[in-house]
């Protein structure tokens, strides 16, 4: 036969093994397949989402690297991902720095990155990083939302932080 996978039948075969909880093969299956089809970076978010659901964040940060090396355009959704998954690790060092190379890269950050990062910082327990995060979004025009507020709430409440969750709850009325 002459026909030829695309990158849609890869992503989805992919999913498929992600979702079966098979993700050795799924990183196989596209070590194989991604030299001979062009990919999008629907394929590379595909494997990031697995990778971060996975809690390692070392393979995590190496699939990151072989991305950058391969000079794939990435998207917010990617990098978001990408810290998510290095936000496991024991510090946020990982992760400040994906950011960074965000926008370095002039990827503008979504809500949703800045959520994943105040988040990640408040389950460290860096609550002044989190804060200083929250006042930068806000001068760069980016308006906190209630993910925002509820991810610090939450770490506040986890790390025993009552007043800074009184004055947030205050902050959002």
């Known amino acids: 036969r002459d026909v030829k996978p695309t990158k849609m039948v890869l992503n989805t075969m992919m999913e498929a093994l992600v979702a079966a909880r098979r993700l050795n093969e799924a990183l196989e299956l596209f070590r194989e397949w991604s030299p001979k089809i062009s990919c999008d970076i629907v394929v590379y978010n595909t494997l990031m989402v697995a990778l971060g659901n996975s809690r390692d964040p ?4 190496e699939f990151y690297q072989f991305t950058k090396k391969q000079g794939v355009l990435m998207d917010a959704q990617f ?3 990408t810290i998510a998954a290095c936000s496991t690790d024991s ?28 988040s990640g910082h408040c389950m460290h327990g860096d609550f002044a990083t ?3 995060l929250l006042r930068q979004m806000a001068d760069l025009g980016v ?20 007043e800074l969750a009184e004055s947030l709850l205050a902050e959002m009325a």
Not at 58 to 61: P, S
Not at 99 to 109: H, V
Not at 144 to 160: F, K, L, S, T
């Open 130 to 132: 989190a804060m200083e």
């Open 79 to 81: 990098y978001t991902t």
């Open 91 to 118: 510090t946020m060092e990982k992760a400040e720095k994906i950011f960074a190379d965000m926008l370095r890269e002039q990827c503008k950050p979504s809500v949703m990155t800045y959520t994943t990062l105040l």
């Open 143 to 162: 308006p906190p939302d209630v993910a925002m507020y509820n991810a610090i709430i939450d770490g506040c409440v986890r790390h025993w932080r009552w």
């Open 58 to 61: 070392r393979r995590a940060l």
